[in-house]
């Protein structure tokens, strides 16, 4: 019998998707509370309320947009500071450097022994 090669695909965008679903969810709740709200008044039309609640998902959607982009902007700052900072110091002060690669193994079950010619 003929083998085929197995080949894995992986879900790879988990937090598109999780911006997302709490976009939504966000997002959603909102114009059913601002729609609810409305509706009770006495002279509100279903034009208003229908116009109000499609403002207000408008003005989340970009509210939510620019919070998430935000966010990763900040995230990947932080990343590229640290990244810089850890680089500057394997030159600067490369024992400490090395003593702190050393903790990080061990702390991951190694023995200093084993973790040495890594570090």
Avoid at 87 to 116: C, H
């Amino acid at each position: 019998m003929p083998q085929t090669p197995h080949v894995e695909k992986h879900f790879t965008a988990s937090e598109t998707i999780r911006d997302i679903i709490i976009g939504m969810s966000d997002g959603l709740t909102v114009p059913f509370a601002l729609a609810a709200g409305l509706s009770g008044t006495a002279n509100a039309t279903t034009a208003v309320v229908v116009t109000a609640g499609l403002a207000e998902i408008v003005a989340g959607s970009i509210s939510m947009g620019l919070g998430g982009y935000l966010a990763a902007r900040s995230d990947i700052n932080h990343y590229d500071t640290e990244r810089s900072r850890e680089q500057q110091e394997t030159i600067t002060m490369p024992d400490a450097e090395k003593l702190e690669v050393k903790n990080i193994l061990i702390e991951y079950g190694l023995t200093a022994e084993q973790s040495e010619p890594m570090v």
